[in-house]
């Protein structure tokens, strides 16, 4: 091969190393400039405005739109919520007199020389009234809970003192039907925000007096490694299994309990307390002979 023949192969051999050092280059860029997109996402700085698009490859273009309009979705939604969260503590704060008005009057009614019927009619508004109260003072608390304006605070505690409050502030409601209400008494400590722990066990023991007609609601508590599991087990009427993973969703009711005072938000809020301190609830349930509600805490 004479020497004109190897120039010629020398400068396609260049060109080619240039064309390849070019594009890993090119991509690099590509890749750094989708990082850079990322990071400004994460952090909240992100703005489609900073970037050249006509220095842009068609990856980082598109790239760019679709972070724009995510941060754009995310800032609706933050906006959407704030508004819900704002229309709830008005409505709390608007309907916290006229609601215990409702309550007092429907009491004092209830001491009044009534006929069967207006007896009837005065109970029906009181339970409402209870039932209205208990929906907004739990959606107040959801709300809060969901934007960080309650923090729970976890400690290491023992577990007795808690439980036999909730025992002893639900026994009369069980009492009043004809329900056991028992509490194994225990030594070990977990850690957990007491005052939302309460309410999230208190929520659950309500349930299970609520659903129960007959028999034992038992309140144990089990040690693990890793975790305290808190059994919470009725006698009751069951939860079918097909509808086991709904009841912790925001409102569902099952069919079998709508004849039963409730709103379906109770369940909801226990398992949010509990898994915004770490720990998680499950539930086993044979129809018509009774639930145990398991929750499990860190230890």
Do not use: C
Not at 11 to 31: D, G, M, P, Q, S
Not at 105 to 119: H, P, Q, V
């Amino acid at each position: 091969m004479n020497e004109i023949g190897w120039i010629i192969i020398l400068l396609f051999f260049l060109l080619a190393t240039t064309i390849v050092l070019w594009n890993r280059k090119k991509t690099e860029n590509t890749i750094e400039t989708i990082e850079n997109m990322l990071d400004a996402a994460m952090d909240g700085s992100f703005t489609e405005t900073s970037f050249d698009e006509s220095k842009l490859s068609a990856l980082e273009t598109k790239f760019a739109h679709y972070l724009s309009a995510l941060e754009t979705s995310s800032h609706n939604l933050t906006l959407e919520k704030d508004r819900i969260n704002s229309l709830i503590a008005d409505i709390s704060h608007q309907t916290k007199t006229p609601i215990a008005n409702l309550l007092l009057y429907s009491e004092l009614l209830k001491e009044e020389e009534l006929s069967a019927s207006a007896r009837t009619n005065v109970e029906a508004i009181y339970r409402q009234s209870e039932k209205l109260r208990f929906l907004i003072d739990s959606l107040v608390k959801l709300s809060r809970l969901e934007n960080g304006i309650i923090t729970l605070l976890p400690q290491h505690t023992p577990l007795q003192p808690m439980l036999q409050n909730i025992a002893e502030q639900y026994s009369l409601k069980a009492n009043e039907k004809g329900l056991y209400l028992q509490l194994y008494d225990t030594d070990i400590s977990a850690t957990f925000d007491p005052k939302w722990t309460a309410e999230a066990l208190a929520n659950i023991v309500d349930n299970a007096i609520k659903y129960t007609d007959r028999g034992t609601i038992t309140i144990s508590v089990t040690n693990y490694e890793m975790f305290v599991k808190i059994d919470i087990a009725d006698t009751g009427i069951g939860i079918p299994e097909s509808e086991q993973p709904k009841i912790f969703t925001r409102f569902y009711r099952s069919a079998s309990t709508r004849e039963q005072e409730g709103i379906g938000i109770g369940l909801y809020l226990a398992r949010q307390i509990i898994s915004d301190e770490g720990g998680y609830i499950m539930v086993a349930s044979i129809p018509g002979k009774g639930s145990t509600f398991s929750v499990f805490l860190p230890k």
